[in-house]
């Protein structure tokens, strides 16, 4: 099956640690992104990739940090900068246009104990 | 700047009635819109798109979305609501910008909770 895996779809973490959560498509789609949601709010933009090798900040990349070194795979790291980390994060991927929808992975919640 | 409003937080109808719910946005050029519905606890899933041509776009599940170009406006309907349609809606732009520049990101609405009560 062609998707978005994302994984672990629960992460606890201790307040001050690091923590990485893996996004790996087979889609072929050149384009990645990452979200974060909030309860009872919308989706807001962390980082995106459109390349291999490149990636911009979205609007609240403070905190994240990310790496793009194969087309399959735009792992995100959420660190211990980041003041508010508990949310539900989603990893999305896109092909080439931009009248082409996103495919969204099934989301990691992430709880800061 | 691009932009999206989704001005209903919630929209609750009775089972069997038509539903709508609304989405407007803001563009500098042409736009590429797209519904995508979420369940609890999961990803996000493409519902339908306008690219250009008719304004009335069908898509999955029994739902369609009309585009008006006067009023800047996407809402997503169906004739006839289901209890299983109870979920989290989201109304998406992008400018038609080509894919390598910063304009053409996608942005998201806040989202509108759709409620089918039996």
């Known amino acids: 099956d062609g998707g978005i895996t994302q994984s672990p779809k629960y992460l606890f973490r201790k307040e001050g640690q690091n923590v990485t959560l893996s996004c790996e498509q087979n889609l072929n789609h050149d384009a990645m992104y990452w979200y974060r949601q909030d309860p009872g709010q919308g989706l807001r933009l962390i980082y995106y990739s459109q390349i291999v090798n490149d990636f911009q900040k979205g609007d609240i990349a403070e905190g994240y940090s990310v790496s793009r070194e194969k087309k399959e795979s735009f792992p995100l790291t959420v660190t211990s900068a980041q003041k508010n980390p508990t949310a539900f994060y989603l990893c999305a991927s896109h092909l080439g246009e931009s009248y082409n929808e996103q495919f969204f992975g099934p989301g990691t919640r992430l709880t800061v104990l | 700047a691009q932009s999206v409003a989704q001005p209903e937080d919630q929209v609750n109808v009775a089972e069997g009635n038509p539903l709508t719910v609304k989405c407007t946005y803001s563009?500098?050029?042409?736009?590429?819109l797209f519904w995508y519905v979420q369940y609890p606890n999961r990803g996000l899933q493409f519902l339908l798109k306008y690219i250009t041509g008719d304004n009335l776009v069908k898509g999955s599940y029994g739902f369609e979305a009309e585009f008006n170009k006067s009023q800047t406006s996407f809402h997503l309907k169906k004739p006839s609501a289901l209890v299983s349609d109870s979920a989290l809606y989201f109304c998406a732009v992008r400018d038609s910008a080509p894919t390598y520049s910063s304009a053409s990101k996608i942005i998201f609405g806040s989202g509108t909770r759709l409620s089918i009560r039996p």
């Open positions: 563009v500098s050029g042409n736009p590429y």
